[in-house]
Structures are given as structure tokens and as C-alpha cells.
């Protein structure tokens, strides 16, 4: 079975920093590119960050560019989000997702961040 | 980064159809053909829909159709269903290494 299981999430004080794990499983996790969502309580989808399979193409949002950083170990079948200077508008729950053609066909069941202040 | 501009409501009776707008600009919509839709029920992770602006993944329902004129993709979904009740969101590559969601459309049968 194709699935995504993220991990990593919990309290955390404003200015502090997580790593967010996601464990890939039943299909060839090299050879696709991935990518973090996330989601506010009560609000829309956020797109996060974008790492192809070879880590030669790297995107971040605006708005976590400079404090997260996306990485992978396609030995390990794992993705990852180092986030850092953590604020309160970071709280959500964080998805990682397979990337087809920036499609994002396969999601993880997420992860909560809360950030406290 | 400005999201996609989608209704932020629409509803239909059980049956009909209706369409879900998504506008953008040239620089993302409308300059590629990385428009992807997807369902989100609440609670729930989302799911693809609709990906490459027109193309249905297997066992997706063919009641679910996408298509783009200008800068705006548009979702349609004939039949509706109970089950369709949802939250709905369009997400396309932007010029400049970025990509980004619409606000999202919540639908009402």
C-alpha cells in the first residue's frame, strides 16, 4: 500500500525549532519529488516547500523561506522539514505529499504544530 | 504570495452541476499547465482530483472534469452527491519557483 506517515509534531515555544519526519512506504520513493502543506485551524490549504527526488530543485514559501528548510533521504525513504524561529502563525496541522507534475497525488494523515507565545 | 482566487461558496441540489472557478494571472494559471483541484472533507487530508488542469486519476468518479481558458481553471462536478459536500481547492506552479493554493470553495448540496 502507498502511504505517508508524517511525525515530529508538538508544543513548541515561538522562536524554537521542530524537525517534521515523513516515513514513505509501497512505492519507489527516489524517483518522486515531494512536498509540505499546511493548514491553519479553520483555514484554507498553505503550500510549504518543494524538493525534487535528486534535491537539485528546492522551493520554499515565502513565508517560512530563511527559517525552514526541506531535505530527504532517499536511503531512508524519508522527507523532512527543519523548521526554525518558529512564530504563532506557524501552528497548523503539516502534510507531506508525493509530487507528480506539482500534482500532489498521494497526502499523509498530518501532524499539529502548535506554536505558544 | 496572493492565492487563487476561488468563491469562497457555492451549493447545488442533489443532481445537478456546478463549476468552481480558480483565477489566476499569466504567471501561474495561465502560463502552465500545472493546475491541480482537490476535495477536502473535514477532518480528513485532502485529495487529488484533478491534476495537469484536465487529467482524472484512477478511481477518481468521471462525474469530476477540470479545464482552463485564460488565466482562470475551472472544476466541474456533474451528478452531485451527498458525498460531494466538501471543502475544494485549486494549487498551480507560479513563475518565479513558488506554487500556491487557492483560498478554497466550500460546496453545499
Known amino acids: 500500500e502507498v502511504q505517508l506517515v508524517e511525525s515530529g509534531g508538538g508544543l513548541v515555544q515561538r522562536g524554537g525549532s521542530l524537525r517534521l519526519s515523513c516515513a514513505a512506504s509501497?512505492?519507489?520513493?527516489?524517483?518522486?519529488?515531494m512536498q509540505w502543506v499546511r493548514q491553519a485551524p479553520g483555514k484554507g490549504l498553505e503550500w510549504v516547500a518543494y524538493?525534487?527526488?535528486?534535491?537539485?530543485?528546492?522551493y520554499h514559501a515565502d513565508s517560512v523561506k530563511g527559517r525552514f528548510t526541506i531535505s530527504r533521504d532517499n536511503a531512508k525513504n524519508l522527507v523532512f522539514l527543519q523548521m526554525n524561529s518558529l512564530r504563532a502563525e506557524d501552528s497548523a496541522m503539516y502534510y507531506c505529499?508525493?509530487?507528480?507534475?506539482?500534482?500532489?497525488?498521494?497526502w499523509g494523515p498530518g501532524t499539529t504544530v502548535t506554536v505558544s507565545s | 504570495q496572493s492565492a487563487l482566487t476561488q468563491p469562497a461558496s457555492v451549493s447545488g441540489s442533489p443532481g445537478q452541476s456546478i463549476t468552481i472557478s480558480c483565477t489566476g494571472t499569466?504567471?501561474?494559471?495561465?502560463?502552465?499547465?500545472?493546475v491541480s483541484w482537490y476535495q477536502q472533507h473535514p477532518g480528513k487530508a485532502p485529495k487529488l482530483l484533478i491534476y495537469?488542469?484536465?487529467n482524472r486519476p484512477s478511481g477518481v468518479s468521471n462525474r469530476f472534469s477540470g479545464s482552463k481558458s485564460g488565466n482562470t481553471a475551472s472544476l466541474t462536478i456533474s451528478g452531485l452527491q451527498g458525498e460531494d459536500e466538501a471543502d475544494y481547492y485549486c494549487?498551480?506552479?507560479?513563475?518565479?519557483?513558488?506554487?500556491?493554493f487557492g483560498g478554497g470553495t466550500k460546496l453545499t448540496v
Open positions: 505529499a508525493r509530487s507528480v507534475q506539482f500534482g500532489l497525488d498521494v
Open positions: 509501497g512505492f519507489n520513493f527516489r524517483i518522486y519529488s
Open positions: 524538493m525534487t527526488s535528486d534535491e537539485r530543485t528546492i
Open positions: 499569466s504567471s501561474d494559471v495561465g502560463g502552465y499547465d500545472f
Open positions: 495537469e488542469v484536465t
Open positions: 494549487f498551480s506552479y507560479r513563475t518565479s519557483a513558488t506554487l500556491l
